[in-house]
């Protein structure tokens, strides 16, 4: 089992890398019934992987001046609420459990009966699997201050009671579908005003990341999970190395997609040697025309994943969308492969 922290720039979104990378396994057979797991202490549980791992990000990112933890719904523990947050770390946690708020009332009510703070469209990507359309759908934005209670099975040692902002996202109106829209999100962030709710929907939004890191890791990238390494060992190191390489990855994908990157080096993706090596293919990938040539700056990011992507099948085309993940993977698995002749053939001429 895999449980990693990506780490992302807050204005930009750029990814540094990872901050905590838990890996385990469980046993072929569960020590406890449920009763009894339910009454073990967090520490003792698998769900207290989402506690160290903000532990973690904690201690990792101490010289940050503003930690913003998030998680999805899985990470809806109180415990987390009552301990991790401090002056430099505030957390944004999907709502999982309809959880007592006070008065006899419960959290999704009281949202649903919250004022309306305002609405934005987004439009939603289809999903084939379900037979869903991509659509544009217009979301309903409430916000309302909260008091979580400590339940009979939460430690008595911590705070019986912790005040959190909570915030929706929900389709507005009827939907054919069967579940539309809606996020609840459970934050210690102050939400005062329509626009700080919007930047904690926008900055929840940005957990997807993990799920592309995810998709990579999978069946349409890597495919780590059909490896026949022979130990957990051996395939926990291919993951890790592969973390690494999907890091790379995103990195490059963001870089082409803004215009401000201009800044990045190419070295925060590759060695020097490997530096070297791409711009050796940089004059074989362009065409003979203008629109064909690299366009980006020596040095830069974005000048390296255009030969990357040229690698990956890419035209070049100023006309085409700019490249995806997997395209990208694609032109880094033939340009690692590239690289191998390369050094092979630079250590034979030097001997």
Known sequence: ?????????????????YCHVHMY????????DKHRYKLLGIEEKESYKWIASSLSAKEVLEGAALKVIIQ??????????????DEKTDLIIRAKSDRNVGEGKKLFSKMAACEMAGTYNIT???????????RKIQLEARFAEVELKNSSRTAKAIAPTVKLWCVEAKEAGGTKHKQG?????????PVTTFEHALMVIDWYSRRWMIEEVFRILKKEGYDVEAS??????????????????IIKLFQMSIAYATDEEEGIPETICFTNEQVKCLHAQSSKLEGRTEKQKNPYRQGSLRYATW???????????????KPGITTLWIGMERF???????????????R
Not at 124 to 134: A, I
Not at 228 to 240: F, N, P, R, W
Not at 307 to 321: D, N, T, V
């Open 1 to 17: 089992m895999l449980h990693p922290s990506l780490v992302v720039d807050a204005i930009n979104c750029f990814p540094y890398g």
């Open 25 to 32: 396994n469980r046993g072929l057979e569960r020590q406890t």
């Open 72 to 85: 999805d719904r899985e990470g809806d523990i109180y415990e987390q609420f009552a301990t991790i947050p």
């Open 124 to 134: 939603v990507d289809g999903d084939r699997r379900k037979k869903q359309e991509k």
């Open 181 to 189: 829209v809606c996020w609840r999100l459970l934050t210690t962030i």
């Open 228 to 245: 026949e390494l022979g130990s957990g060992t051996s395939v926990k190191k291919l993951c890790l190395l592969t973390l690494d390489a």
């Open 307 to 321: 030969i990357i992507a040229r690698l990956g099948g890419w035209k070049g085309y100023a006309s085409q969308r």
């Open 336 to 350: 690692y492969n590239i690289f191998k002749g390369w050094a092979l053939a630079r250590d034979v001429y030097t």
